[in-house]
Nanobody, 125 residues
Framework: QVQLVESGGGLVQAGGSLRLSCAAS????????MGWFRQAPGKEREFVAA????????RYADSVMGRFTISRDSAKNTVYLQMNSLKPEDTAVYYC??????????????????WGQGTQVTVSS
């Protein structure tokens, strides 16, 4: 089993920045891909970004491209999501996800076996 714990959410004004962290523990050797999804009230969970090691690959949703950056510290088993130029429509619960994935980094939630509890991000206008 792999445990994921997110942190770093909060309230920020539009145009501001936040950095989310997701620390993995347990059988982390069984994962090579970690990602972020988000879910706003009344909406489906949507892909934000993901990063894979060996081979290295990153993928972003079009809505966050150029504003968000995903990175990974393998020594700490932690993935980060730096969010800049935040917009009110970025308001959501952000979830960390992980799995061992071959081929193209997937953007659908069911492709990931492990999930964190989520952290709230609220962007005020």
């Amino acid at each position: 089993q792999v445990q994921l714990v997110e942190s770093g959410g909060g309230l920020v004004q539009a145009g501001g920045s936040l950095r989310l962290s997701c620390a993995a523990s347990g059988r982390t050797s069984s994962t090579n891909t970690m990602g972020w999804f988000r879910q706003a009230p009344g909406k489906e969970r949507e892909f934000v970004a993901a990063i894979r090691s060996s081979p290295d690959s990153t993928r972003y949703a079009d809505s966050v491209m150029g504003r968000f950056t995903i990175s990974r510290d393998s020594a700490k088993n932690t993935v980060y999501l730096q969010m800049n130029s935040l917009k009110p429509e970025d308001t959501a619960v952000y979830y960390c996800a992980a799995d061992f994935i071959f081929g193209t980094v997937p953007t659908i939630p069911r492709a990931y076996a492990y999930w964190g509890q989520g952290t709230q991000v609220t962007v005020s206008s």
